[in-house]
């Protein structure tokens, strides 16, 4: 069975940062991409950030230069660092792996998500 769990989310001050990190089990994705979406109260879930098997990487306009993607393919983890926090970064963030670069609408597994909430 596949599973993607993610962790590290919590509450944290505008301004702050916060590690999202996500665990695969039940197969390998070290040849594919892998990523991280949101999903903020009455809004639709909103990719990211993408990286790719070689450690290409795509980010959100409203997250570049704020948050980090990195994997690390031994520990099958996807890790998402996210700084100086707004706000509006307020979401269920997910984990997601088994996809193709730009075509966010099929998704192969989806972890459970975790929450982040940036108190202003």
């Known amino acids: 069975q596949v599973q993607l769990v993610e962790s590290g989310g919590g509450l944290v001050q505008a301004g702050g940062s916060l590690r999202l990190s996500c665990a695969a089990s039940?197969?390998?994705?070290?040849?594919?991409?892998m990523g991280w979406f949101r999903q903020a109260p009455g809004k639709e879930r909103e990719f990211v950030a993408r990286?790719?098997?070689?450690?290409?990487?795509d980010y959100a306009d409203s997250v570049k230069g704020r948050f980090t993607i990195s994997r690390d393919n031994a520990k099958s983890t996807v890790y998402l660092q996210m700084n100086s926090l707004k706000p509006e970064d307020t979401a269920v963030y997910y984990c997601a792996a088994d996809f193709l670069r730009g075509d966010y609408e099929n998704i192969g597994y989806w972890g459970q998500g975790t929450q982040v909430t940036v108190s202003s």
């Open positions: 990286i790719g098997w070689s450690g290409g990487t």
């Open positions: 039940g197969r390998t994705f070290s040849r594919n991409n």
